[in-house]
C-alpha cells in the first residue's frame, strides 16, 4: 500500500493518480486494478450500481481502507508529504429535536471548548468566514436536525473547506436534495473548484448534472468499466450494460 506525495511529473497542476488499486476485505475482492488521473481543478463524478464499490473507493483514498496499489498526490512547489483532503460522508441523520446548532457544531469541530460554554467572538467570525464560502451565513443559527438536505450539505461543506484542502471527496452529496436544491449545489461546487482551484471528487447517481458539471466521469463495477468525457461514459455500451439501458444519455 502506497500513498505519497511528489513534486512535479504532472505538467504545470497538482494531480491525484491511483494505479492498479485494489481492496479485499476478508475474502471478498471489492475493487480490483482500478486506475485514475485527476487533475486539479477538474470535478470527476464516480458513478455506479449500488454495492459497485463506489464509497470503498473513497475510504481508499481517504487512507480509511487498506488497499493494494498506488494513490499518489503531486503539485509543483509544494512540500507537503500528504495532501491536504476535505471530506463530506453521506448525509448524516440528525435529531429535529436535538437542540444544537451549526455553530455549536463548528465549534466542537474547530475548538476545544466545550460548546455548551457558547462561542467566543474570535469563533463565532471564523465560522460565518467558513460559511460565507459556501453562501450560508444565515444558517449560522439554525438548528442541524431543522436544516433541508441542501442546507445541511452546505454546512458540511464549509466544515470540509476549513483548511482549504487540495482535494475535495463527497460521497453522494445529492442524496436527499431536491432538484431546486441539486442545481443550487452543484453551481457551488462548480464556483469553489475555480475560485479555490482544487479537485472534487464524488460519487452520485444522478446522471442529469455529469454534462454540465462533469469533466470526467468514471464508470465503476469493481473495476473502471469506463472512463471519458460525460457523453462518451454515458453513451458507452458499458454504460448500458451495466444500467440496462437502451441508449442514449440518461
Known amino acids: 500500500m502506497k500513498l505519497f506525495f511528489h513534486g512535479g511529473g504532472c505538467g504545470d497542476s497538482c494531480c491525484l493518480r491511483v494505479q492498479d488499486l485494489s481492496v479485499t476485505i476478508g475474502s471478498e475482492r471489492i475493487l480490483h486494478n482500478v486506475n485514475m488521473h485527476v487533475h486539479c481543478g477538474e470535478l470527476v463524478a464516480l458513478i455506479g450500481p449500488n454495492g459497485a464499490g463506489?464509497?470503498?473507493?473513497?475510504?481508499?483514498?481517504?487512507?480509511?481502507?487498506?488497499?493494494?496499489?498506488?494513490?499518489?498526490?503531486?503539485?509543483?512547489?509544494?512540500?507537503?508529504?500528504?495532501?491536504?483532503?476535505?471530506?463530506?460522508?453521506?448525509?448524516?441523520?440528525?435529531?429535529?429535536?436535538?437542540?444544537?446548532?451549526?455553530?455549536?457544531?463548528?465549534?466542537?469541530?474547530?475548538?476545544?471548548?466545550?460548546?455548551?460554554?457558547?462561542?467566543?467572538?474570535?469563533?463565532?467570525?471564523?465560522?460565518?468566514?467558513?460559511?460565507e464560502r459556501v453562501h450560508g451565513e444565515d444558517l449560522i443559527d439554525k438548528r442541524v436536525g431543522t436544516l433541508s438536505g441542501g442546507e445541511l450539505q452546505r454546512v458540511l461543506l464549509a466544515l470540509a473547506l476549513e483548511p482549504l484542502p487540495n482535494i475535495l471527496i463527497l460521497d453522494e452529496p445529492l442524496s436527499g436534495v431536491?432538484?431546486?436544491?441539486?442545481?443550487?449545489?452543484?453551481?457551488?461546487?462548480?464556483?469553489?473548484?475555480?475560485?479555490?482551484?482544487?479537485?472534487?471528487?464524488?460519487?452520485?447517481?444522478?446522471?442529469?448534472?455529469?454534462?454540465?458539471?462533469?469533466?470526467?466521469?468514471?464508470?465503476?463495477?469493481?473495476?473502471?468499466?469506463?472512463?471519458?468525457?460525460?457523453?462518451?461514459?454515458?453513451?458507452?455500451?458499458?454504460?448500458?450494460?451495466?444500467?440496462?439501458?437502451?441508449?442514449g444519455k440518461s
Open 178 to 247: 431536491d432538484a431546486e436544491g441539486t442545481g443550487a449545489l452543484m453551481e457551488m461546487l462548480d464556483e469553489i473548484r475555480k475560485t479555490y482551484d482544487l479537485s472534487i471528487l464524488m460519487t452520485t447517481h444522478d446522471f442529469s448534472i455529469l454534462d454540465k458539471y462533469a469533466d470526467q466521469v468514471v464508470l465503476i463495477d469493481r473495476t473502471v468499466l469506463s472512463q471519458g468525457s460525460p457523453q462518451d461514459v454515458l453513451d458507452s455500451e458499458a454504460f448500458r450494460r451495466v444500467f440496462h439501458r437502451g441508449g
Open 54 to 131: 463506489k464509497s470503498t473507493f473513497l475510504k481508499a483514498v481517504l487512507g480509511q481502507r487498506d488497499y493494494d496499489g498506488v494513490i499518489a498526490f503531486s503539485s509543483p512547489g509544494q512540500r507537503e508529504r500528504r495532501p491536504r483532503i476535505g471530506y463530506v460522508p453521506q448525509s448524516p441523520a440528525f435529531d429535529p429535536g436535538d437542540p444544537v446548532c451549526v455553530a455549536d457544531l463548528f465549534a466542537c469541530c474547530m475548538s476545544k471548548r466545550p460548546a455548551f460554554l457558547g462561542l467566543s467572538k474570535a469563533m463565532r467570525t471564523k465560522v460565518l468566514e467558513c460559511l
